[in-house]
């Protein structure tokens, strides 16, 4: 029996060449302002137009800045990158949900909340995070300018297949853990680049009972493992999240959907080639220590000492804590914070909104902690307000920003200072990633929210939420 992946692969397959690539059709292509310009001019360049321009969407999200939307752009780099992608655009036919229009937002946000991005499909962007659409059951994956060019032209992608691996979650999570959570866990174990070559399926009772909004999380940082990209098979959760959104099928057709989503799973008897178990009462909120986001640790734990590390690993793992400022065999609880923020495709949707509302309902922000709190989308923010969060939030000292990528990478205004630490819901931790000389520490909503309260790294489980938050009896605090 065919794996989940093997039935949306093998479903899509134009040609396979021999001793070669495969030519894969593509459902769907999303753009951005970053890694499109070359595509289009090589359009330009061959007199070629877009094959499909019906099955490609774009908008702008990694230069947008969170405020003052409605002026001119000041950063002229951004502004350039920006009023390009809208004029191919125009010139090409393509679909464009510009800056400050109710659709605009982060791709990876989206295209999932409008149903954009459905089950069953094939799904490429020029960004690596777009294997957080697999959280709907498709198989996504980030490809690079040249293949943005190819897909426009041709609606296919020329592309080696990846083995398959399966990896299950089981038991339950505990409190005050969320999906990203569990991401980092699975980073901290299989390490960056251990799912290297693999397209990875998320299954067991944990994945099964996550929000969707969790799911994305969880896809969102599959490539962080090295992995082509993670998906999860579709199911009810899935249905109920998809049903009535803009795009997504509507009545007979929907049924229709529906009859075939229904088949989209792994066989009983599927065989993987690699296939890893792990238990969900064994993840507890967690936080990085180092550069890369698999250099993570319990909240509770203490970073690995030298002599706990691999020799080979030992020089990059003294040079990454020199660069955070930590040293070995140190506990991170309590450790003094400059920056918070929470956004990104990663986590910038209303769940994660809702968990960090929870924390912060109540109390204040730490006077010298400067936070970012940035909605994924602009259907998020609307969300934000009707549910009153935005009025939580402010009067605990926070404010809402305006949609974009944000903090997540240093290629708008918000970036982190050098020497500063930012606790962050975005999903790298590269030296200089959210700013020259920055110092980020990845985590979820629920610590990010406590660290901006406490000023200090804090273990959420230890600040009971609200009686009356926004997320009590709603899916996803705990995901």
Not at 145 to 164: D, G, N, R, W
Not at 266 to 295: C, L, Q, W
Not at 371 to 377: C, D, E, I, K, T
Not at 443 to 472: N, Y
Request: hydrophobic share 35%.
């Amino acid at each position: 029996m065919n794996t989940l992946f093997d039935k949306i692969w093998d479903k899509h397959v134009v040609q396979i060449v021999e001793d070669g690539p495969t030519q894969l059709y593509i459902d769907r292509l999303y753009c951005h302002e970053v890694t499109s310009p070359q595509a289009f001019d090589g359009l330009r360049a061959r007199g070629l137009k877009c094959f499909r321009p019906q099955q490609i969407y774009c908008m702008p999200d990694h230069n947008t800045p969170t405020h003052d939307q409605d002026k001119p752009i000041e950063d002229l780099v951004s502004k350039k990158q920006v009023d390009t992608l809208a004029k191919n655009c125009a010139e090409f036919g393509l679909t464009h949900y510009g800056m400050f229009s109710k659709d605009n937002g982060i791709i990876h946000v989206v295209g999932p909340e409008k149903g954009l991005s459905l089950p069953g499909m094939t799904i490429v962007c020029g960004d690596s995070h777009t294997s957080t659409h697999g959280a709907v059951g498709a198989v996504a994956f980030g490809i690079g300018t040249s293949e943005v060019e190819m897909v426009m032209a041709s609606q296919c992608i020329l592309q080696q297949k990846p083995k398959s691996m399966r990896i299950n979650i089981n038991g339950k999570l505990g409190k005050g853990v969320m999906a990203k959570d569990v991401a980092l866990y699975l980073m901290s174990q299989l390490t960056t680049s251990g799912a290297t070559g693999y397209f990875v399926e998320y299954a067991g009772d944990v994945v099964r009972e996550m929000s969707m909004e969790g799911r994305l999380t969880l896809c969102n940082l599959s490539i962080e493992m090295g992995a082509r990209g993670g998906f999860v098979a579709p199911d009810e959760n899935t249905f109920t999240y998809l049903k009535g959104k803009p795009y997504a099928p509507k009545g007979e057709e929907w049924e229709r959907a529906v009859s075939y989503w229904k088949t989209l799973k792994s066989g009983d008897d599927a065989v993987f080639d690699k296939e890893i178990t792990f238990n969900g009462e064994d993840i507890e909120p967690r936080v990085t220590y180092g550069t890369n986001p698999g250099m993570g640790i319990g909240i509770t734990e203490h970073i690995p000492t030298i002599d706990t590390i691999d020799e080979t690993s030992r020089v990059s793992f003294k040079k990454s804590l020199q660069y955070m400022g930590f040293e070995p065999g140190e506990q991170l609880i309590g450790k003094p914070i400059d920056y918070v923020f929470l956004g990104a495709c990663t986590n910038g949707r209303i769940e994660d909104f809702r968990a960090f509302a929870s924390i912060v309902k109540g109390r204040r922000k730490a006077d010298h902690v400067i936070a970012w709190l940035v909605p994924g989308s602009w259907a998020v923010d609307r969300q934000i307000r009707e549910e009153g969060i935005d009025k939580i939030v402010e009067t605990a000292g926070f404010e809402i920003r305006q949609p974009g990528c944000s903090a997540c990478l240093a290629m708008n205004d918000d970036k982190i200072p050098a020497g500063k630490y930012c606790v962050s819901t975005s999903n790298r931790n590269f030296e200089g990633r959210q700013g020259p000389g920055s110092r980020t520490i990845l985590a979820s909503p629920l610590v990010a929210a406590a660290a901006a309260v406490t000023g200090v790294i804090t273990d959420p489980r230890d600040m009971e939420a609200s009686s009356d938050s926004p997320t009590r009896g709603r899916e996803g605090v705990k995901e």
